[in-house]
């Protein structure tokens, strides 16, 4: 017995590609049932998992067996057919090939490629956003009409204001929008929510498009394990990673304690020796009495005192920040300044129409 060989190689989900003595083939499908082309020609093979058993039909064979046979066996036929031969058919003319199989086996090679880029693309189903019961569960409407609570992959929520702040981005960012929802494998009721429909899925489009992503980056969320497929891991990490080293959101330091002005009272008025009136002879005090006083007894120094006002903070000289795109106005150290942060007066800000930022509260 001589040695055989057979390589299958794997060059996409789903998709491979095999080597053995009697040629190349290709196969394309999953577990249980696989559609392939060879040298023999199309095939489907059905197999039930973990048991070796399976089952292999050709759908359109080559003509290369037509080739093998025996001399003998076209010997007779040709007699066969000098024989019985009619005036319309010419002497030791070969009939003609069926071209039925091999337009079967160009449609099914079509039929398999077709299948191979379907398996390439990333399934997502078109929704859109009706609401958000809270930062990390989307309520959605798909295209067919049915509603349904998607349960964002990847994501930890943050009890306290980053809850309510996480809220209230997904809200403005979302609701209202098209939105397409990607199953996670890993856990079918978790899912990832692209705002735009994905191609490739790597870094890049992850950190553009998907919005698990974008909750990570700004710092409205943690980082979970529960629900995310292995392929998205590593990127989700190192946006929560990226958050923390730019201290954003829930990663930005506390602020410091506001600082009261101390009010330091003004110096009493010397008295001014050329204002001071003339003084006046002394008189006998034994003829006043106990009871006379005068004027300048009267007054105490500190009826003299001027009031002194607690100095208020000028519109024109208090700098506030905006962004290119946002509608509020913010403190130097709000998160929402991290793409973008434009100085201004705020009376300025306030004559534009902005509003004080709800986060930080300028």
Known sequence: MGWNFRKSIKVGKGVRINLSKSGVGISAGVKGLRVGANKRGVYTSQSIPGTGLYKREYIAKSSEKTR???????????????TEVTPSEPVG???????????????????IIG????????????????GAAAADQIKV???????????LAGIERIQGEADAAALNYVKTSLIGQTV???KAKADRNAGFIWTAKPKKADNAEIRQSMFNAALLLNGYTKYSSAGVDDKYRDPLIACEAEAK????????????????IAVVPAPEPKPDPAREPAKEPAKDTTKQTANTTTPSSATTPAANKPKVEQPKADPKQSIVYITNTGAKY???GCRHLSKSKISINLKDAQAR?????????P
């Open 68 to 82: 093998k046979e025996p001399l003998s066996t076209e010997v007779e036929t040709a007699t066969e057919t000098i």
């Open 180 to 182: 397409y929802v990607q």
């Open 330 to 332: 913010h403190r130097s």
């Open 245 to 260: 080293q730019a201290q954003l959101g829930t990663w930005a330091p506390p602020a410091p304690p506001s600082k009261e």
């Open 115 to 130: 299948f191979i880029g379907s398996l390439s693309g990333i399934s997502v189903d078109q929704a859109e956003v009706l």
């Open 353 to 361: 129409g902005y509003t004080p930022c709800k986060v930080c509260s």
């Open 93 to 111: 003319q070969k009939p003609r090939r069926k071209r039925g199989k091999g337009c079967l086996t160009i449609l099914a090679i079509f039929l």
């Open 141 to 151: 409407r798909y295209a067919s009409g049915s509603e349904a609570t998607v349960q």
